[in-house]
């Protein structure tokens, strides 16, 4: 292993507590590991291949189509986008949450916009996306 460099993170127990339970969960052998699989992931995805690179994968949102207006907004944010979206899957979890599962394919740089336009909303309770390059690794 290249030479390592330590550091301090400070975290509120309540956290640090569900933290551990991820840990335990997933199996990691100490927090070490854990933190750099996860700054692996934030880099992965703010960052893979290049910001002109094109890449396919998923924007996963969960949301509550009650919000104000969300529903219209998303529909127009994803019509704004619509070069970028593939397919769309709409799932209506119960009275006021939706699961919506965009495919997306193109540029990096775009495909982030897009997404953190919508997880912009209020309203989306949470939208992960997921990114793997066009090219293959
Ligand atoms: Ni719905």
Excluded at 68 to 94: A, N, P
Excluded at 104 to 132: F, H, N, P, T, Y
Aim: charged fraction near 25%.
């Amino acid at each position: 292993m290249d030479k390592v460099t330590r550091f301090g993170v400070s975290l509120e127990p309540a956290l640090l507590k569900k933290f551990d339970g991820l840990l335990k969960r997933k199996g990691y052998a100490s927090r070490s590991e854990a933190v750099r699989d996860l700054v692996r992931q934030a880099l992965n995805e703010e960052g893979i291949s290049s910001p002109k690179g094109n890449v396919v994968g998923t924007l996963t949102l969960l949301y509550d189509h009650d919000a104000s207006h969300l529903s219209d907004r998303m529909t127009h944010l994803q019509h704004e986008y619509h070069q970028l979206i593939s397919s769309t899957t709409h799932i209506h979890i119960d009275h006021h949450r939706c699961l919506e599962v965009l495919v997306v394919s193109g540029k990096a740089s775009q495909i982030r916009k897009m997404a953190d336009s919508i997880r912009a909303l209020k309203g989306v309770l949470q939208g992960e996306l997921v990114m793997a390059s066009a090219k293959g690794v």
